[in-house]
């Protein structure tokens, strides 16, 4: 999917995005995929906003929260979560998938992989264990070549 303008409820047009990276390409799985193409049968659109009321009118995102927080009742799923916490949800579940905060800051339009990391830090994999057996490869690596660089030229080490 696309993501090339921005709606701003305010003004009630469409604007550019607040920078670069708001021009984005999100991959969306097949599991949602099959979900949009039927919207997209639904709707008829072949061009415009996939998401608004029509292919030129965007949706309210007011009303989007309303008529999911009813949904979520109804499944007993109260509370339930909105738009914006759908974006979490999406970039959580794309670290526990696996893939790699640069690409994720791009998919979810930061302008800065450091907003990603502040943000969704907290939830990448770290291994503590194998950072420190890291560490202890490269330090012995270190190690032998300064003892090696000790050895006068022509002897060779054991002697």
């Known amino acids: ?14 604007v550019e995005p607040k ?32 998401f608004g009321r029509t292919a030129t009118a965007p ?8 008529r999911a927080q009813t949904d979520w009742k109804r499944k007993k799923l109260d509370p339930g979560i909105g738009l914006h916490e759908c974006r979490h949800t999406f970039a ?14 791009s998919y979810i339009g930061h302008a800065s992989v ?5 943000r969704y830090g907290h939830l990448m994999p770290g291994n503590e264990d ?10 012995e690596r270190a190690n032998t070549a300064a003892r090696l660089a000790q050895v006068p030229a022509g002897q060779s080490v054991g002697q």
């Open 130 to 139: 194998e950072a420190a057996a890291l560490l202890d490869a490269y330090l």
């Open 114 to 118: 450091t907003i990603t990391y502040d």
């Open 59 to 66: 949706f309210i995102s007011s009303n989007v929260w309303r």
């Open 92 to 105: 959580s579940l794309m670290i526990a998938a696996g893939v790699n905060a640069k690409a994720l800051s």
């Open 19 to 50: 920078s670069r990276a708001g021009r984005r390409s999100v991959p969306i799985p097949a599991v949602l995929r099959d979900y949009l193409d039927e919207h997209k049968l639904r709707t008829g659109r072949d061009e415009g906003l996939v």
């Open 1 to 14: 999917m696309r993501v090339e303008r921005a709606w701003d409820e305010k003004s009630g047009v469409l």
